[in-house]
């Protein structure tokens, strides 16, 4: 394999991105372009960010192998990077979060800085190393790249009283109940984890955790344990996509905005490259992503925020 994967040893993409390159027709480019955007540190203004943000998506494993996806948060701060290979995490998933308990030291991570109301997002994967405390986590960086702003919903995440966070018993179940697909029916905004096994020295291998976002009702629910959305034209790099690709294992993040909650899933994923265009939500997709259900954890008020709508992204503004 060529180009320049950071450490000027291997490219930055693993078999699956690359076939998902290839058949987009795009591998001659991302060839030539030698991966000068994913790199093994932290820019200084990726730092920055990071620093400012009151929330923080993870992307993880449990100890059966299955990848969540989750978020932390804490004040503006609770987030530092002494050092441009390493950020720290002032917080953990909090109790009755499919993760609590389940990151272990080594173990691969994936990170998600995204602030919503600028539609800024730079994302981070690498290994977790516990604070022995108890308190936090620390991520050693073996990727960094940033994402555009394309199909992020803006808004504005406002600090609640404690007294507003009721973080009631989280809701495990097999299959989606009503209130489940009434909040899946109206999303405009989700975050996937997906995952890479390997060879832990391999840098391309690990947990990856990327924002997905489209009009209200975009998250096709099927039945009671299948969905499906569209995937629309991004930047080529296919780094969820490809770990689906090889590994269909996922987990998907939703969070309700009006309420606070989060509703989380865990199962596997199909890339459909044949579909019904004449259904609206997937006239402009490239391709359909079909999500299979193996459990779901809903947890209701659980966050310390209240969210603003200021607007659709600029490629959702003029459409139904």
């Known amino acids: 394999m060529t180009g320049n994967g950071g450490d000027g040893t291997q490219g930055p993409f693993h078999p699956g991105e690359i076939a998902l390159q290839e058949r987009a027709g795009m591998r001659a480019k991302l060839e030539a372009w030698g991966g000068k955007g994913i790199r093994t540190f932290m820019p200084d203004q990726h730092r920055e960010f990071f620093a400012q943000l009151p929330f923080f998506i993870?992307?993880?494993?449990?100890?059966?192998?299955?990848?969540?996806?989750?978020?932390?948060?804490?004040?503006?701060?609770?987030i530092t990077s002494p050092h441009a290979t390493m950020l720290r995490l002032a917080a953990r998933p909090i109790a009755g979060d499919p993760l609590d308990g389940a990151l272990k030291?080594?173990?691969?991570?994936?990170?998600?800085?995204?602030?919503?109301?600028?539609?800024?997002?730079n994302r981070v994967n690498g290994k977790v190393t516990l604070d022995p405390g108890g308190e936090g986590l620390a991520l050693t960086v073996d990727q960094s790249f940033g994402n555009c702003a394309q199909y992020i919903q803006s808004r504005r995440a406002t600090a609640t009283s404690p007294s507003q966070v009721d973080v009631a018993p989280p809701r495990h179940a097999a299959m989606l109940d009503e209130a489940m697909q009434q909040l899946l029916a109206k999303a405009d905004t989700f975050f996937i984890a997906s995952k890479k096994e390997g060879d832990a020295a391999d840098r391309r291998n690990g947990i990856d955790v990327s924002h997905r976002g489209g009009r209200p009702g975009f998250v096709d629910v099927l039945d009671e344990r299948t969905l499906q959305w569209p995937d629309y034209r991004g930047n080529f790099f296919f780094n969820t996509l490809g770990n689906i690709l090889l590994d269909p294992r996922c987990g998907l993040l939703f969070i309700?905005?009006?309420?606070?909650?989060?509703?989380?899933?865990?199962?596997?994923?199909?890339?459909?490259?044949?579909?019904?265009?004449?259904?609206?939500?997937?006239?402009?997709?490239?391709?359909?992503?079909?999500?299979?259900?193996?459990?779901?954890?809903?947890?209701?008020?659980?966050?310390?925020?209240?969210?603003?709508?200021?607007?659709?992204?600029?490629?959702?503004?003029?459409?139904?």
């Open 58 to 78: 993870l992307g993880a494993e449990d100890a059966g192998g299955r990848p969540w996806a989750t978020i932390l948060t804490g004040a503006p701060g609770f």
């Open 105 to 121: 030291d080594g173990a691969p991570l994936g990170g998600l800085g995204i602030e919503l109301h600028t539609r800024r997002r």
């Open 256 to 320: 309700d905005f009006e309420r606070g909650g989060t509703l989380q899933l865990t199962g596997h994923a199909e890339i459909l490259w044949d579909w019904d265009r004449a259904k609206p939500a997937l006239s402009d997709a490239q391709r359909v992503v079909r999500f299979h259900l193996h459990e779901a954890v809903q947890m209701t008020r659980g966050l310390p925020f209240q969210w603003e709508f200021l607007g659709q992204a600029p490629q959702f503004a003029d459409t139904p």
